[in-house]
């Protein structure tokens, strides 16, 4: 009778163990899917991105796991990537999808309000901060947050033009703080956020000012270059 308690416990143990190695190997699963998503886009591919509709609430956006990650990355067909994010000091070179929506911010970044346009008022991109890797998604956000790097490049391109902004801001603040997706009087900004840690741990805010516009044909090979670190962008 006493061997039946002692077959439980090791069948408990089985599973537990199976369990952990199934959350080890998926987080490593989820972070390679993500170190090898190199997306092919062009400007016909931007142009049909653009026609697609969206979704755009982001308050309600949750954190990503790795199972959800591993599901997007062989659903890339339908992410909606209208262009290219970087962030050379921080490593950051991500594709960017319009709105918040399916599985947008598993694989790069995306815009969170309709309409914004590249160069034009406060373009506000979001990416979630993942505990796979400290320089995947808007991770480096994070990990970041105690470095200075006020005057730092962050660089849009929509392969017709690369826009270069001049970091202003670096904070973190709390989750209620939606005025960060307010437009700026008199100033064209990006403004970078993820969360902190956690959601309920607020937000870290990256944002600067546009300082230069230039066509993709005019870009320096070495700006083209901080897109292509982790992507295949073209023409």
């Not at 950051?92 to 970044?109: E, H, V």
């Not at 904070?171 to 005025?179: F, G, Y």
Request: glycine share 8%.
């Amino acid at each position: 009778m006493k061997k039946v308690p002692r077959i439980l416990a090791y069948l408990g143990i089985t599973v537990l163990l199976i369990i952990s190695l199934g959350l080890i190997f998926n987080q490593q699963i989820a972070k390679l899917a993500l170190e090898t998503f190199h997306p092919n886009v062009t400007t016909t591919s931007i142009a049909a991105a653009q026609k697609k509709s969206a979704s755009y609430d982001w308050r309600k956006v949750n954190s990503v796991s790795s199972a959800q990650i591993i599901q997007a990355r062989f659903k890339t067909d339908a992410a909606n990537f209208i262009g290219y994010v970087a962030v050379p000091a921080m490593g950051i070179s991500l594709p960017i999808s319009a709105g918040t929506g399916g599985d947008n911010l598993a694989l790069g970044a995306a815009t969170i309000l309709p309409d914004q346009k590249m160069g034009q008022g406060n373009y506000v991109l979001a990416s979630h901060m993942v505990y796979i890797g400290k320089n995947l998604l808007f991770s480096p956000l994070y990990y970041h947050k105690n470095d200075g790097v006020k005057g730092q490049k962050i660089y849009l391109t929509d392969l017709k033009h690369v826009y270069e902004y001049t970091t202003t801001e670096y904070k973190v603040v709390p989750s209620t703080a939606v005025q960060i997706t307010d437009p700026v009087p008199g100033k064209q900004v990006i403004t970078l956020f993820t969360c902190n840690y956690t959601h309920n741990d607020g937000r870290v805010v990256l944002r600067g000012e546009l300082t230069q516009t230039t066509s993709w044909h005019d870009a320096s090979g070495t700006v083209k270059d901080y897109f292509k670190d982790q992507n295949n962008s073209g023409n």
